[in-house]
């Protein structure tokens, strides 16, 4: 059974910083590709950042990129997501994923693509 568990969320002031982490089992953590992905009441689930199975290649939204930073440890089975210079725009329930496919050679960014989800973690910016 595949499980992922995020963690790090809360309330920070604009211009602050988090670091989200995201602890999985289950499944062969280091043989695929990880992504974070956001989500406000009412709106779509918004893609993020992603990275490679290797770790080798990342991926970014366009609204985060220069202010957030994706990675993982396969030794430890986790993905993080560090967060500066958080805006109230930032304001969202994160979700970590993994894809569905083993090995994929290109960083995925559509939710379809990732199959397992962790339960979420509310992140609040204050102005």
């Keep these: 059974q595949v499980q992922l568990v995020e963690s790090?969320?809360?309330?920070?002031?604009?211009?602050?910083?988090?670091?989200?982490?995201?602890a999985t089992s289950g499944r062969t953590f280091s043989s695929y590709g990880m992504a974070w992905f956001r989500q406000v009441p009412g709106k779509e689930r918004e893609f993020v950042a992603a990275i490679g199975w290797s770790g080798g290649s990342t991926y970014y939204a366009h609204s985060v990129k220069g202010r957030f930073t994706i990675?993982?440890?396969?030794?430890?089975?986790?993905?993080?997501?560090?967060?500066?210079?958080?805006?109230?725009?930032?304001?969202?329930?994160?979700?970590?994923?993994?894809?569905?496919?083993?090995?994929?050679?290109?960083?995925?960014?559509s939710w379809h693509e990732y199959d397992y989800w962790g339960q979420g973690t509310q992140v609040t910016v204050s102005s």
């Design 8 to 22: 790090g969320g809360g309330l920070v002031q604009a211009g602050g910083s988090l670091r989200l982490s995201c």
């Design 71 to 109: 990675s993982r440890t396969n030794a430890k089975n986790t993905v993080y997501l560090q967060m500066n210079s958080l805006k109230p725009e930032d304001t969202a329930v994160y979700y970590c994923a993994t894809d569905r496919a083993l090995k994929r050679s290109v960083v995925a960014s």
